[in-house]
């Protein structure tokens, strides 16, 4: 049961280090120069990196709405980890870990809904670039915080 409860925590914990590196880095639309994520442009101008604005023709709406959602997927995850090891020494023997699996369930709704809206809305009429590294990690973080979330639905406390 050691071994299981320590590969669900390492679980969780790579969830969340994928979450705020999808969130955080500045690769979600990559080209030779350009370098965009969902906060800010970077554009290579004589080999160094410079911060600029996102573009003022995406939508706004779209936009904040990834962000919020990526961040919001962060927060859920980490609550959920708390929840969990709480949940370790307060859950009566024999009950599921219910409250940690809604929370990922909450993180993983969250980035599949930022991931979703970013595929759909962004980019779709650019021929020069693709999607970036912190793109795939959020797609990667989706697979990962479902199964996080069955494994919570779907595990008991053991009994002694």
């Not at 120069?33 to 080999?47: F, K, Y």
């Not at 708390?82 to 023997?93: I, N």
């Not at 979703?116 to 973080?141: C, N």
Request: hydrophobic share 55%.
């Amino acid at each position: 049961m050691l071994v299981l409860l320590a590969a669900i925590f390492f679980l969780h914990l790579t969830c969340i280090a994928l979450l705020l590196a999808a969130t955080i880095h500045n690769a979600w639309w990559v080209t030779g120069t350009v370098s965009t994520d969902i906060w800010a442009r970077w554009t290579l101008i004589n080999g160094q990196w410079n911060y600029t604005e996102l573009p003022d023709f995406y939508p706004k709406e779209y936009l904040q709405a990834v962000q919020a959602s990526s961040v919001l997927a962060c927060i859920f995850c980490i609550l959920g980890l708390f929840v969990f090891v709480a949940q370790l020494y307060t859950l009566p023997k024999g009950k599921r870990f219910l409250f940690s699996g809604v929370f990922q369930l909450l993180a993983w709704l969250c980035i599949m809904i930022a991931a979703s809206i970013y595929t759909d809305i962004f980019h779709k009429d650019e021929h020069f670039g693709s999607y970036g590294a912190s793109f795939i990690l959020a797609w990667i973080s989706v697979c990962l915080t479902f199964i996080s979330c069955v494994t919570y639905f779907v595990l008991r406390k053991k009994t002694a």
